[in-house]
Protein backbone atom coordinates (compact mmCIF):
# COMPACT_ATOMS: atom_id res chain seq x y z
CA UNK A 1 0.00 0.00 0.00
CA UNK A 2 1.26 3.47 -1.02
CA UNK A 3 2.16 6.46 1.33
CA UNK A 4 0.30 9.46 1.70
CA UNK A 5 2.34 12.20 0.98
CA UNK A 6 2.28 13.57 5.16
CA UNK A 7 3.22 9.68 6.22
CA UNK A 8 6.20 9.66 3.68
CA UNK A 9 7.46 12.61 5.25
CA UNK A 10 6.76 11.23 8.64
CA UNK A 11 8.27 8.46 7.32
CA UNK A 12 11.67 10.10 6.18
CA UNK A 13 12.22 12.68 9.01
CA UNK A 14 12.00 9.79 11.47
CA UNK A 15 14.92 8.04 9.29
CA UNK A 16 16.64 11.61 9.08
CA UNK A 17 16.85 11.69 12.34
CA UNK A 18 18.47 8.82 13.29
CA UNK A 19 21.01 8.51 10.73
CA UNK A 20 21.71 11.95 11.76
CA UNK A 21 21.77 10.54 15.52
CA UNK A 22 23.99 7.54 14.35
CA UNK A 23 26.23 9.99 12.44
CA UNK A 24 26.98 12.02 15.50
CA UNK A 25 27.33 9.02 18.40
CA UNK A 26 29.96 7.72 16.12
CA UNK A 27 32.54 9.54 17.44
CA UNK A 28 31.73 8.06 21.05
CA UNK A 29 30.11 4.74 20.63
CA UNK A 30 28.59 2.33 18.00
CA UNK A 31 25.36 2.97 16.52
CA UNK A 32 22.82 -0.04 16.89
CA UNK A 33 21.67 -1.72 13.70
CA UNK A 34 17.36 -2.16 14.20
CA UNK A 35 15.51 -4.49 12.41
CA UNK A 36 12.89 -3.89 9.89
CA UNK A 37 9.73 -3.92 11.92
CA UNK A 38 11.52 -1.89 15.19
CA UNK A 39 11.06 2.13 14.21
CA UNK A 40 14.56 3.84 14.75
CA UNK A 41 12.81 6.06 17.93
CA UNK A 42 14.39 2.87 20.02
CA UNK A 43 18.00 3.57 19.71
CA UNK A 44 18.33 6.62 21.61
CA UNK A 45 16.71 4.21 24.29
CA UNK A 46 19.14 1.25 23.93
CA UNK A 47 21.83 3.99 24.14
CA UNK A 48 20.15 5.36 27.73
CA UNK A 49 19.41 1.86 29.23
CA UNK A 50 23.32 0.84 28.61
CA UNK A 51 24.64 4.19 30.07
CA UNK A 52 22.61 3.10 33.10
CA UNK A 53 24.55 -0.07 33.44
CA UNK A 54 25.44 -0.93 37.18
CA UNK A 55 27.96 -3.74 37.83
CA UNK A 56 27.20 -6.64 40.41
CA UNK A 57 29.32 -6.93 43.60
CA UNK A 58 31.07 -10.28 43.90
CA UNK A 59 30.13 -12.36 47.14
CA UNK A 60 32.84 -14.63 48.06
CA UNK A 61 32.05 -18.44 48.39
CA UNK A 62 34.43 -20.38 50.83
CA UNK A 63 36.27 -23.60 49.66
CA UNK A 64 35.02 -26.29 51.31
CA UNK A 65 31.92 -29.06 50.45
CA UNK A 66 28.34 -29.12 50.36
CA UNK A 67 25.30 -30.79 49.97
CA UNK A 68 24.82 -31.64 46.11
CA UNK A 69 21.85 -33.69 44.41
CA UNK A 70 18.82 -35.25 45.70
CA UNK A 71 18.29 -38.07 47.75
CA UNK A 72 14.86 -39.96 46.25
CA UNK A 73 11.50 -39.41 47.78
CA UNK A 74 8.74 -41.08 46.47
CA UNK A 75 6.07 -41.10 49.26
CA UNK A 76 5.19 -37.53 48.81
CA UNK A 77 4.99 -35.75 45.35
CA UNK A 78 4.67 -32.24 46.53
CA UNK A 79 7.00 -32.27 49.54
CA UNK A 80 9.64 -29.39 48.87
CA UNK A 81 12.53 -31.91 49.19
CA UNK A 82 11.16 -34.50 46.30
CA UNK A 83 12.91 -35.06 43.26
CA UNK A 84 11.89 -33.23 40.26
CA UNK A 85 13.35 -36.07 38.14
CA UNK A 86 15.88 -38.41 38.13
CA UNK A 87 18.86 -36.24 36.94
CA UNK A 88 19.19 -35.27 40.87
CA UNK A 89 20.51 -38.46 41.93
CA UNK A 90 22.41 -39.49 44.09
CA UNK A 91 22.45 -36.48 46.52
CA UNK A 92 26.48 -36.33 47.54
CA UNK A 93 28.82 -33.70 49.44
CA UNK A 94 30.95 -32.44 46.54
CA UNK A 95 33.89 -30.31 47.49
CA UNK A 96 34.02 -26.93 45.43
CA UNK A 97 37.30 -24.86 46.00
CA UNK A 98 36.85 -21.24 47.06
CA UNK A 99 35.54 -18.34 44.12
CA UNK A 100 32.93 -15.92 43.79
CA UNK A 101 29.76 -15.29 41.84
CA UNK A 102 27.36 -12.25 41.03
CA UNK A 103 25.43 -11.24 43.49
CA UNK A 104 22.76 -10.05 41.72
CA UNK A 105 21.78 -11.46 37.75
CA UNK A 106 23.15 -9.54 34.96
CA UNK A 107 20.93 -6.20 34.27
CA UNK A 108 19.80 -5.51 31.17
CA UNK A 109 21.73 -2.45 31.00
CA UNK A 110 25.12 -4.18 31.69
CA UNK A 111 24.04 -6.56 29.07
CA UNK A 112 23.15 -3.77 26.03
CA UNK A 113 26.29 -1.46 27.20
CA UNK A 114 28.38 -5.14 26.51
CA UNK A 115 26.80 -5.21 22.76
CA UNK A 116 27.63 -1.65 22.38
CA UNK A 117 31.24 -2.28 23.57
CA UNK A 118 31.94 -5.48 21.18
CA UNK A 119 30.16 -4.28 18.74
CA UNK A 120 27.66 -7.07 18.64
CA UNK A 121 24.05 -6.80 17.28
CA UNK A 122 21.35 -6.84 19.99
CA UNK A 123 18.83 -9.90 18.79
CA UNK A 124 15.51 -8.72 16.98
CA UNK A 125 13.92 -10.39 20.40
CA UNK A 126 15.20 -8.58 22.67
CA UNK A 127 14.82 -4.89 20.24
CA UNK A 128 10.96 -5.81 19.41
CA UNK A 129 10.14 -6.42 23.40
CA UNK A 130 12.18 -3.44 24.77
CA UNK A 131 10.50 -1.20 22.19
CA UNK A 132 6.99 -2.56 22.94
CA UNK A 133 7.38 -2.09 26.90
CA UNK A 134 8.87 1.56 25.47
CA UNK A 135 6.11 2.03 23.05
CA UNK A 136 3.04 0.53 24.73
CA UNK A 137 3.84 -0.15 28.05
CA UNK A 138 5.56 3.38 28.67
CA UNK A 139 8.25 1.78 31.14
CA UNK A 140 10.98 3.79 30.81
CA UNK A 141 15.13 3.42 30.59
CA UNK A 142 15.47 3.99 34.33
CA UNK A 143 13.02 0.86 35.18
CA UNK A 144 14.31 -1.37 32.52
CA UNK A 145 17.68 -1.00 32.55
CA UNK A 146 18.08 -2.71 36.30
CA UNK A 147 16.08 -5.87 34.62
CA UNK A 148 17.67 -8.97 34.47
CA UNK A 149 19.25 -9.30 31.29
CA UNK A 150 17.36 -11.64 29.08
CA UNK A 151 16.94 -13.17 25.24
CA UNK A 152 20.63 -14.57 26.04
CA UNK A 153 22.20 -17.09 23.89
CA UNK A 154 24.71 -18.86 26.05
CA UNK A 155 27.55 -17.97 23.95
CA UNK A 156 26.80 -14.12 24.36
CA UNK A 157 26.76 -14.58 28.18
CA UNK A 158 29.76 -16.51 28.19
CA UNK A 159 31.33 -13.97 25.68
CA UNK A 160 29.82 -11.36 28.32
CA UNK A 161 31.39 -12.91 31.04
CA UNK A 162 34.88 -13.47 29.97
CA UNK A 163 34.98 -9.59 28.94
CA UNK A 164 34.26 -8.62 32.60
CA UNK A 165 37.35 -10.53 33.35
CA UNK A 166 34.95 -13.70 34.80
CA UNK A 167 33.36 -16.52 33.73
CA UNK A 168 30.09 -18.66 33.86
CA UNK A 169 29.81 -20.48 36.85
CA UNK A 170 29.74 -24.36 36.83
CA UNK A 171 27.01 -26.06 37.67
CA UNK A 172 28.06 -26.68 41.40
CA UNK A 173 29.47 -23.89 41.80
CA UNK A 174 25.66 -22.09 40.97
CA UNK A 175 23.73 -24.93 43.13
CA UNK A 176 26.03 -24.54 46.35
CA UNK A 177 25.85 -20.36 46.24
CA UNK A 178 22.21 -21.23 45.67
CA UNK A 179 21.41 -23.55 48.47
CA UNK A 180 24.32 -23.21 51.14
CA UNK A 181 26.26 -26.11 52.20
CA UNK A 182 23.32 -27.98 54.05
CA UNK A 183 21.17 -28.87 50.93
CA UNK A 184 17.93 -25.67 51.25
CA UNK A 185 15.34 -26.81 49.26
CA UNK A 186 15.26 -22.96 48.23
CA UNK A 187 17.74 -19.85 48.55
CA UNK A 188 15.77 -19.08 51.61
CA UNK A 189 15.08 -22.33 52.96
CA UNK A 190 12.33 -24.79 53.59
CA UNK A 191 9.43 -23.36 53.42
CA UNK A 192 7.56 -23.17 49.89
CA UNK A 193 7.53 -20.13 47.87
CA UNK A 194 5.62 -16.80 48.21
CA UNK A 195 5.20 -13.33 46.26
CA UNK A 196 7.11 -12.28 49.30
CA UNK A 197 10.47 -14.04 48.50
CA UNK A 198 10.23 -14.93 44.52
CA UNK A 199 8.71 -13.62 40.98
CA UNK A 200 7.50 -16.92 39.76
CA UNK A 201 4.06 -18.18 38.86
CA UNK A 202 3.73 -15.84 36.50
CA UNK A 203 1.92 -15.52 32.81
CA UNK A 204 1.52 -12.77 30.25
CA UNK A 205 0.61 -12.96 26.65
CA UNK A 206 3.49 -12.59 24.10
CA UNK A 207 6.29 -13.96 26.18
CA UNK A 208 6.25 -10.28 27.41
CA UNK A 209 8.74 -11.00 31.11
CA UNK A 210 6.88 -9.91 34.84
CA UNK A 211 10.33 -9.78 36.10
CA UNK A 212 12.13 -7.30 39.04
CA UNK A 213 15.06 -5.44 39.46
CA UNK A 214 18.05 -7.98 40.35
CA UNK A 215 18.61 -6.01 43.39
CA UNK A 216 15.39 -6.26 44.75
CA UNK A 217 13.53 -9.58 46.98
CA UNK A 218 16.20 -9.30 49.43
CA UNK A 219 13.96 -11.91 51.73
CA UNK A 220 14.63 -14.10 48.96
CA UNK A 221 18.59 -14.39 48.91
CA UNK A 222 20.52 -17.68 49.66
CA UNK A 223 22.08 -17.57 52.90
CA UNK A 224 25.44 -15.91 50.94
CA UNK A 225 23.43 -12.96 50.33
CA UNK A 226 23.16 -14.07 46.73
CA UNK A 227 19.83 -12.64 44.89
CA UNK A 228 17.67 -14.33 42.63
CA UNK A 229 18.62 -18.00 42.72
CA UNK A 230 15.13 -18.95 41.99
CA UNK A 231 12.91 -17.19 39.31
CA UNK A 232 13.20 -13.89 38.39
CA UNK A 233 15.11 -15.15 35.34
CA UNK A 234 16.41 -18.65 34.97
CA UNK A 235 20.15 -18.39 34.58
CA UNK A 236 22.88 -19.96 32.43
CA UNK A 237 25.63 -21.83 33.78
CA UNK A 238 29.05 -23.26 32.17
CA UNK A 239 28.48 -26.77 31.85
CA UNK A 240 26.94 -29.13 29.26
CA UNK A 241 23.89 -30.78 30.66
CA UNK A 242 24.59 -34.39 31.71
CA UNK A 243 21.52 -36.25 32.29
CA UNK A 244 23.43 -39.06 33.79
CA UNK A 245 26.71 -37.13 35.30
CA UNK A 246 25.87 -36.67 38.77
CA UNK A 247 26.31 -40.63 40.14
CA UNK A 248 29.76 -40.35 38.14
CA UNK A 249 30.94 -36.71 38.44
CA UNK A 250 34.30 -36.18 40.54
CA UNK A 251 33.89 -35.08 44.27
CA UNK A 252 35.98 -32.04 43.80
CA UNK A 253 35.58 -29.41 41.83
CA UNK A 254 33.01 -30.98 38.93
CA UNK A 255 33.65 -29.37 35.91
CA UNK A 256 30.16 -31.13 34.02
CA UNK A 257 30.59 -33.15 30.52
CA UNK A 258 32.80 -32.69 28.17
CA UNK A 259 29.99 -32.39 25.60
CA UNK A 260 26.31 -32.13 25.10
CA UNK A 261 23.23 -31.28 23.46
CA UNK A 262 22.03 -28.48 25.85
CA UNK A 263 23.79 -26.32 28.32
CA UNK A 264 22.61 -26.25 31.85
CA UNK A 265 20.03 -24.24 33.56
CA UNK A 266 18.85 -23.39 36.99
CA UNK A 267 16.73 -21.81 39.31
CA UNK A 268 13.65 -21.12 37.44
CA UNK A 269 12.21 -17.87 36.54
CA UNK A 270 9.14 -15.61 36.64
CA UNK A 271 6.50 -18.43 34.65
CA UNK A 272 8.05 -21.12 36.32
CA UNK A 273 5.44 -23.38 39.01
CA UNK A 274 7.64 -24.41 42.43
CA UNK A 275 9.11 -27.68 41.53
CA UNK A 276 11.32 -25.50 39.08
CA UNK A 277 12.65 -22.79 41.81
CA UNK A 278 14.18 -25.52 43.44
CA UNK A 279 17.86 -25.41 44.42
CA UNK A 280 18.35 -29.15 43.25
CA UNK A 281 15.91 -28.58 40.04
CA UNK A 282 18.07 -29.03 36.78
CA UNK A 283 17.30 -28.35 33.38
CA UNK A 284 19.02 -27.33 29.77
CA UNK A 285 18.37 -25.67 26.80
CA UNK A 286 20.19 -25.63 23.47
CA UNK A 287 23.39 -23.25 23.71
CA UNK A 288 22.20 -20.60 20.81
CA UNK A 289 18.66 -20.55 22.30
CA UNK A 290 16.96 -17.19 23.17
CA UNK A 291 14.39 -17.11 26.20
CA UNK A 292 12.31 -14.50 27.50
CA UNK A 293 13.07 -16.43 30.48
CA UNK A 294 16.65 -17.26 30.78
CA UNK A 295 19.58 -14.78 31.55
CA UNK A 296 22.87 -15.22 33.80
CA UNK A 297 25.15 -14.50 36.23
CA UNK A 298 29.08 -14.27 36.09
CA UNK A 299 31.74 -15.96 38.23
CA UNK A 300 35.07 -15.55 39.11
Known sequence: MLMTNAAYRNHMTRWS????????????????????DVPPELAPHLQGIAALAQPSPLVSIPAGSFLMGTKRRDADAFHVDTQYDDTEFPQRRIWVNAYKIDQYEVTLGEFL?????????????????????IDVH????????????????????????????????????????????????????QDKPTDTVVVF??????QIPLVAAVDSYPEGQSVFGVYHMAGNVAEWVADWFGSDYYPIMPERNPPGPKNGRYKSVRGGSWKSKTVMLRTATRGGAFPQQREATIGFRCAQ
Open 17 to 36: TYILWCYLSVLFIPCFALPA
Open 113 to 133: AFLQQDNRPVSDELQELIWHL
Open 138 to 189: YIPDQVLAPWPALYVTWQEASAFCHAQGKRLPTEAEWEKAARGLEGRAFPWG
Open 201 to 206: GQYHMH
